[in-house]
């Protein structure tokens, strides 16, 4: 097997392992043996659960970098979301032994080339219940718990203890040290959003008779009563897992502005989405605090959480299929996902934002992005909204054509060199903040382009 093996932990670490293996030494005999033999408390674990693996030291979860689904994908620690990169089944492999199989790919932890080294990456790869796939789980106090390696007896850590979002993790010498430890927080009946597997299993919401329907819901967040419109496909099937795609109003707007489409009627609910999903989508319009996403707090990218953790624990999703799009102040509360929840939305659609009025928690990781922004219309914040994704997508800067005042036209530019599975794509529009009609008009020539150009982006994935 092929995967990136990163260097050693520091020496000041291997000095403090030392000091432990002295001080294990002391011990007699009889008290190694009956540590040894006695099980995990802390570590019974529900093989039909999902957890989400938090790190003592840092605080973070153990993620897939990246959304990756390739073997020898890149295991780091990351700010907890509850994504399903965040994600793991335990496998049982038999003899006390578990593989850890992850939500979002389907592949499970695996020590990089069979290495016994001190240091070795810790990445995914497909399950061959190999012994470097296969980790019993020892306690440490207050509730953690290390994962040792069968095939090198060496534990799982985030390396050279790092808080920081995107650190490696890899196995080392087992010393107990606080970046070795691990808190199980079980996600599928709490926590965090859920979601089925993309094995084929059934995950939460697959296979259950639905108690979600269309309309308005009510749910608690943050302590305060927040709506959302849902809209299921027609003849919608337990046993499908569906796209899920949230739109969010523009200021002064509702959740039925959006879900019913206004004077447009069905040809424009949910952007235009309803139609151009087909049956294919489960839609969210939601309601804002006082017609706006002010996001005060993150409060709003919490309510997001409970929505997704209500309907998939509900309703059939492919959770490598959210998606977030809205106009205005919507534009900004999807951008502000962009940020704060790249590992959760697979791709977000833009829609005249005038800046980050819903801020940017995060905001370093990549995204599938599509910005949509009238020349008129302060162009320049939708650019420097753009780019934010441009770089972190790993595109190819450019300044992309945009068509001439009167021109009634729009044109689209597809940005080239982007990290495969995370495209950046600009639509500029003769047009101010509210779309008008381009193109010829019709029905409201600038929202019959939108709407189509979007459901081929989200399409793609």
């Known amino acids: 097997m092929n995967g990136e093996v990163r260097p050693a932990s520091p020496p000041r670490r291997r000095r403090r392992s030392v000091v432990a293996a002295v001080g294990a030494a002391a011990l007699v005999a009889g008290s190694l043996v009956a540590v040894n033999a006695a099980p995990a408390a802390a570590a019974t674990v529900d093989t039909n659960a999902w957890y989400v693996l938090v790190n003592r030291n840092s605080g973070k979860a153990l993620d897939v970098y990246g959304l990756a689904t390739n073997d020898g994908g890149r295991i780091s620690q990351w700010t907890r979301n509850d994504g399903a990169n965040q994600q793991w089944q335990f496998v049982d492999s038999g003899g006390g032994f578990y ?3 992850s939500r979002h790919s389907g592949k499970v932890l695996d020590v990089s080339n069979a290495s016994t080294a001190d240091g070795a990456a810790v990445v995914q790869w497909s399950d061959h219940n190999g012994a470097n796939q296969q980790f019993r789980l020892a306690d440490s106090d207050g509730g953690h718990v290390r994962l040792i390696s069968r095939h090198s007896s060496k534990v799982v850590e985030v ?14 010498a087992d010393w107990n040290g606080a970046n070795q430890q691990w808190q199980l927080a079980r996600v599928d009946g709490g926590g965090g959003p859920t979601s089925p597997p993309p094995t084929g299993e059934p995950g939460a919401g697959c296979g259950r008779t639905p108690t979600l329907g269309n309309g308005s819901h009510t749910i608690q967040s943050n302590g305060k009563s927040r709506q959302f419109i849902l809209r299921l496909p027609a003849n919608y099937n337990n046993n499908t897992r569906y796209r899920l795609m949230f739109a ?5 707007g509702t959740a039925g ?16 989405q309803q139609e151009q999903s087909n049956n294919s989508a489960i839609l969210v319009a939601p309601q804002g605090i006082g017609n706006g996403w002010a996001n005060s707090g993150g409060e709003d990218v919490t309510f997001v959480d409970d929505m997704i953790r209500r309907i998939e624990s509900d309703l059939c999703v492919n959770t490598a299929q959210r998606f977030a799009l809205g106009f205005s102040y919507g534009g900004a509360m999807s951008y502000a ?11 977000v659609a833009v829609y005249g934002a005038p800046r980050e009025l819903s801020g940017c928690s995060g905001g370093t990781q990549p995204v599938a992005y599509f910005g949509i922004h009238g020349i008129s219309d302060n162009i320049t914040s939708g650019r420097s909204l753009r780019d934010r994704f441009v770089r972190n997508n790993g595109c190819t800067p450019q300044n992309p054509p945009e068509p001439a005042a009167g021109s009634r036209t729009h044109v689209t530019t597809v940005y080239s060199g982007c990290r495969a599975g995370y495209p950046v794509q600009w639509g500029a529009f003769d047009g101010g903040h509210t779309p008008g009609p381009v193109d010829g008009g019709g029905d409201s020539g600038a929202r019959t382009w939108t709407k189509g150009e979007v459901w081929r982006f989200f399409a793609q994935f």
């Open 159 to 172: 390396q050279g203890a790092s808080t920081a979002d995107g650190a490696n993790v890899v196995q080392y």
């Open 248 to 252: 969010f109003h523009w200021l002064g």
């Open 337 to 347: 996902l962009a940020c704060a929840r790249a590992n959760v939305f697979r791709a």
């Open 99 to 101: 593989r850890l199989r």
């Open 257 to 272: 502005d959006v879900a019913y489409g206004g004077a447009d009627g069905a040809a424009w609910a949910y952007y235009g």
